[in-house]
């Protein structure tokens, strides 16, 4: 299947989801996410703000998590004219701003550096058996991976299982190490 497809389809499962399934679906791939978490015990975990109308998973959970046991967390702040990422610290006390495509962000970013994120929790579409992910077509994670640290845990959280195989993927799409569903954790 090739990104654009995938991306059609699985958005549209994604909004025909009844809130109580959502839910559900949610509440596991959370649960299945802090566990990875907890056994995994990064020092700084990466985690994106989730765009309501774009029915992504709520992340509220995972950073509280994080909180509790003094784990730092960033949040992405986004350049659309360069389609590109920077990390910012995000504390409880953080007031968050909803940019021009409705992504929440920290009102005053405090920047972060990321070479010493160990986690970063990406939001997906659709993703394959060998960890490539499909998101909403503009590059950011990719680029953003491009400038982690190599050694970085790349994990992806999908309401859905994977498809057999994105059939357009390019030397620029970075693959995941990990993707969190709601039934199990794919590694690749």
């Given at each position: 299947?090739?990104k654009?497809?995938?991306?059609?389809?699985?958005?549209?499962?994604?909004?025909?989801?009844?809130?109580?399934?959502?839910?559900?679906?949610?509440?596991?791939?959370?649960?299945?996410?802090?566990?990875?978490?907890?056994?995994?015990?990064?020092?700084?975990?990466?985690?994106?703000?989730?765009?309501?109308?774009?029915?992504?998973?709520?992340?509220?959970?995972?950073?509280?998590?994080?909180?509790?046991?003094?784990?730092?967390?960033?949040?992405?702040?986004?350049?659309?004219?360069?389609?590109?990422?920077?990390?910012?610290s995000?504390?409880?006390?953080?007031?968050?701003?909803?940019?021009?495509?409705?992504?929440?962000?920290?009102?005053?970013?405090?920047?972060?550096?990321?070479?010493?994120?160990?986690?970063?929790?990406?939001?997906?579409?659709?993703?394959?058996?060998?960890?490539?992910?499909?998101?909403f077509?503009?590059?950011?994670?990719?680029?953003?991976?491009?400038?982690?640290?190599?050694?970085?845990?790349?994990?992806?959280?999908?309401?859905?299982?994977?498809?057999?195989?994105?059939?357009?993927?390019?030397?620029?799409?970075?693959?995941?190490?990990?993707v969190?569903?709601?039934?199990?954790?794919?590694?690749?």
């Amino acid at each position: 299947m090739k990104k654009n497809l995938a991306r059609k389809v699985y958005l549209k499962k994604r909004r025909s989801l009844a809130k109580e399934q959502f839910n559900k679906l949610e509440n596991e791939i959370i649960f299945n996410c802090i566990q990875f978490i907890k056994d995994l015990n990064p020092k700084v975990v990466h985690c994106y703000l989730p765009i309501n109308n774009k029915h992504e998973i709520n992340t509220e959970l995972i950073f509280e998590y994080c909180w509790t046991n003094e784990i730092k967390t960033v949040v992405p702040i986004s350049n659309f004219k360069r389609n590109t990422m920077i990390s910012a610290s995000y504390t409880k006390q953080t007031k968050l701003l909803k940019n021009k495509y409705g992504i929440p962000e920290p009102l005053n970013p405090i920047i972060y550096i990321n070479e010493d994120i160990e986690l970063v929790i990406t939001p997906l579409v659709a993703f394959d058996k060998l960890g490539h992910r499909v998101g909403f077509g503009k590059g950011f994670y990719d680029r953003f991976f491009s400038i982690c640290n190599p050694k970085i845990k790349k994990v992806g959280i999908s309401l859905f299982e994977p498809i057999n195989k994105i059939e357009d993927t390019n030397e620029l799409d970075i693959s995941l190490n990990h993707v969190i569903t709601p039934r199990k954790i794919f590694n690749f």
